[in-house]
């Protein structure tokens, strides 16, 4: 199904301060499996590339890490 950079249930930050959580997989009718992400800041949930690719510069954060976004 969903390979590459990013797992379902992991938190991320990217270097440029971004961050996400990765919180499913759809299947698109245009292009397949996508993963769809939380952002903290926006309350908004937006498409992720699954491929490696698309990992490039994010690095995975605990959820503790994730939770400060909430407090």
């Known amino acids: 199904m969903i390979e590459g950079g990013f797992k379902i249930g992991k938190c991320y930050r990217h270097t440029g301060g971004g961050e996400m959580k990765i919180v499913g997989a759809v299947k698109s009718t245009q292009f397949g499996w996508t993963m769809i992400a939380e952002e ?3 309350g908004n949930f937006k498409p992720v590339a699954s491929d490696e690719a ?3 510069n ?3 954060i605990t959820k503790e890490e994730w939770m400060q976004n909430f407090s």
């Open 40 to 42: 903290p800041m926006y």
């Open 54 to 56: 698309s990992s490039i």
């Open 58 to 60: 994010w690095d995975e």
